[in-house]
């Protein structure tokens, strides 16, 4: 027989969009008598394998206005001199070796010429640049580039350095919010959603832990359900639009001290080969399914000190993976990822190819899903039935956006004024031929 529960607001999953939503309905709005549930400990989902760096520099002039936005919503919450949370301004370090450095800055220009993440200011001099907080700063001086960043390939020929940009200690803020939340009486139960159903007014949800069964009867649930959105979506009777794409990361102690601690994250954008031993390189063409490893590998490989000064290690990515596939609670990476990120980030930082032939000791391989839309935008708003709404289609930039995305799904909840770009983060968009034309203009969905 289920015990039975009745809550105000019923909030399905404790990653960062979930605790995010219930820290802006608890804290920000008042909102009382809230349950997050979750069968997991919180953020140890996706959340646990974020990158943790944020940009405000987007292709898309929504995305860049949302980060813009979350940021500064970090920046209040983290604190005067991050007394809440661990929040860095290291920057993005774009890196290419393309000489027709002209048609690299016309694109930029016409790519991020929107203006919301700031202006675009070209330096081909070898003099010291201001600091910024905004926009980007295009270095062109070889000799400047190779002062400021010595342990970069001499080949590289430009570096576009985003300034509204850094890392968090996304735990750090996780459990700032949870906690904020949970001294406005906001709960946490280790249940698993398993149905929902309308009665009459309220919804009446299903869900166990170890086995035992429980109904909770809520007047507003919230699908902040990452990786099992789409699953949760159908419980609520709607084909949510987003698929998971699985991304990788390691984390290593970097014992020869090759990245600087000072190092802003650094993505190489250049597309190339990675440099094998000869004979491996043979042995990988002879197989057809590891041939494509002997060929021109895409750009995108980043790399970043972790953990400020008095740490060691350092964190490489690469999502290079585009194949969509049903999430699975404990996903796993393939055994050669390690190596292959390492011969790609040696591309971009020659000294890391110290480690190629020596994998260090100390290194931790990790991996979740891009919950993404085929646009990549997230899915903010109602969903199904009244009271239902979603936070969800978080992609790549979930961290960083949390705060803007959990700040509308509020509003959502509480029928509060809504921004603008409401309603294209919702599913009104996909009726909107208008905004879906758009896409299909810009090129680019500015993934990492
Ligand atoms: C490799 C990688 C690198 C990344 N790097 C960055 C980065 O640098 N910057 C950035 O901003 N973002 C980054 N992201 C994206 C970011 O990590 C995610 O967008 C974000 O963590 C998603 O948070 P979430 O709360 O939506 O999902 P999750 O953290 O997955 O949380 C969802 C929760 O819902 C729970 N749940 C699911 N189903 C149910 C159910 N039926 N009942 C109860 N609970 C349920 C799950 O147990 C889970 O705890 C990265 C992601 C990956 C995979």
């Known amino acids: 027989m289920a015990t039975r529960e009745q809550k105000s607001i019923v909030i399905c999953g404790a990653g960062i969009a979930g605790l995010a939503t219930a820290y802006w309905l608890a804290v920000v709005h008042g909102r009382r008598d809230i349950l997050i549930v979750d069968p997991v400990a919180p953020m140890s989902l996706t959340s646990a394998a974020s ?4 940009r405000n520099w987007w292709p898309q002039p929504e995305l860049a206005a949302f980060a813009d936005r979350s940021i500064a919503l970090m920046r209040d919450l983290a604190g005067d001199g991050n007394t809440h949370f661990r929040m860095s301004r290291g920057g993005y370090a774009y890196v290419t070796r393309r000489q027709d450095t002209d048609a690299m800055i016309g694109e930029i220009e016409r790519v991020y010429g929107h203006g919301k993440a700031g202006d675009v200011r070209v330096h081909d001099h070898g003099k010291p640049i ?5 926009g980007a700063d295009i270095l062109l001086h070889r000799e400047a580039i190779r002062a400021r960043f010595p342990h970069l390939n001499p080949d590289v020929r ?3 350095l985003v300034r509204r940009a850094g ?18 009486g906001v709960g946490l139960a280790p249940l698993e959603i398993e149905g929902i159903a309308e ?15 429980k109904l909770i009867e809520a007047d507003i649930f919230i699908n902040a359900a990452g990786p099992f959105a789409k699953r949760v979506g159908r419980m609520l009777g709607v084909d949510l639009p987003i698929d998971c794409v699985f991304q990788q990361k390691i984390a290593f102690e970097d014992v020869h001290g090759v990245v600087p601690r000072n190092a802003p994250f650094t993505i190489d954008q250049d597309a190339g080969p990675l440099d094998w031993p000869d004979e491996v390189r043979e042995l990988l063409r002879e197989d057809p399914e590891t041939a494509p490893l002997a060929q021109e590998q895409p750009g995108g490989v980043h790399v970043r000190p972790e953990g400020g000064e008095a740490s060691r290690w350092v964190k490489l990515g690469w999502a290079t993976n585009k194949t969509a596939e049903p999430p699975v609670r404990h996903p796993t990476g393939a055994d050669t990822f390690p190596e292959i990120v390492m011969r ?35 899915l903010i708003g109602p969903v199904g039935p009244p009271g239902a709404f979603m936070i969800a289609g978080l992609s790549g930039y979930g961290t960083m956006m949390a705060c803007a995305a959990a700040e509308l799904c509020a509003a959502w909840v509480t029928g509060s004024d809504l921004p603008a770009l409401a309603h294209r983060f919702s599913l009104e968009r ?7 034309a ?3 203009d810009t090129g680019t969905d500015g993934e990492l």
């Open 167 to 184: 890392d968090i200690d996304s735990q750090q803020m996780g459990q700032f919010m949870l906690n904020a939340a949970k001294a406005r």
């Open 438 to 440: 758009e896409f299909a």
């Open 158 to 160: 430009a570096v576009t």
């Open 130 to 134: 201001p600091d910024a907080d905004n």
């Open 344 to 378: 790609g980030a040696a591309r971009l930082v020659p000294g890391l190819a110290a480690y190629c032939e020596d994998m260090p000791r100390n290194l931790s391989h990790y991996g979740g899903y891009y919950t993404r839309t085929p646009e990549n935008w997230p």
């Open 51 to 54: 990158g943790e760096n944020y």
């Open 199 to 213: 009665n009459g007014r309220r919804l009446e949800i299903t869900a166990s832990s170890a086995g035992e069964a």
């Open 430 to 436: 996909y009726t909107d031929e208008r905004v879906m």
